[in-house]
């Protein structure tokens, strides 16, 4: 069994950064990781994955260039930097893993989740 708990979630206005963690319990080894958020009304979308190693990353269009995501396999923990935020990125994220060492990016694929952080930009 795998738990997995988000922080770092807040308000922050356009142009500025936050910095989501997700600290994982459990069986996590050889596992991907990754974001996901839901906006209100919107289906949940990917949004960042690195796989196992942490040698292949994976990143939505709309966020590639401002968001990184990180991976400390010995805190057991995902990072989740979010820079030159936009209103269009506020959402609830959820972190999300994959009992594969590769990320899909597929929703349906995931095998545990997160119970989200709140994420609001203002304009």
């Known amino acids: 069994q795998v738990q997995l708990v988000e922080s770092g979630g807040g308000f922050v206005q356009a142009g500025g950064s936050l910095r989501l963690s997700c600290a994982a319990s459990?069986?996590?080894?050889?596992?991907?990781m990754g974001w996901f958020r839901q906006a209100p009304g919107k289906e949940r979308e990917s949004v960042a994955g690195?796989?196992?190693?942490?040698?292949?990353?994976y990143y939505s269009d709309s966020v590639k260039g401002r968001f990184t995501i990180s991976r400390d396999v010995a805190k057991n923990t995902l990072y989740l930097q979010m820079n030159s935020l936009k209103p269009e990125d506020t959402a609830v994220y959820y972190c999300?893993?994959?009992?594969?060492?590769?990320?899909?990016?597929?929703?349906?694929?995931?095998?545990?989740w997160g119970k989200g952080t709140l994420v609001t930009v203002s304009s």
């Open positions: 999300a893993l994959e009992s594969r060492t590769i990320w899909s990016a597929h929703k349906d694929r995931m095998d545990y």
């Open positions: 459990g069986r996590t080894s050889y596992s991907s």
């Open positions: 690195i796989s196992w190693s942490g040698g292949n990353t």
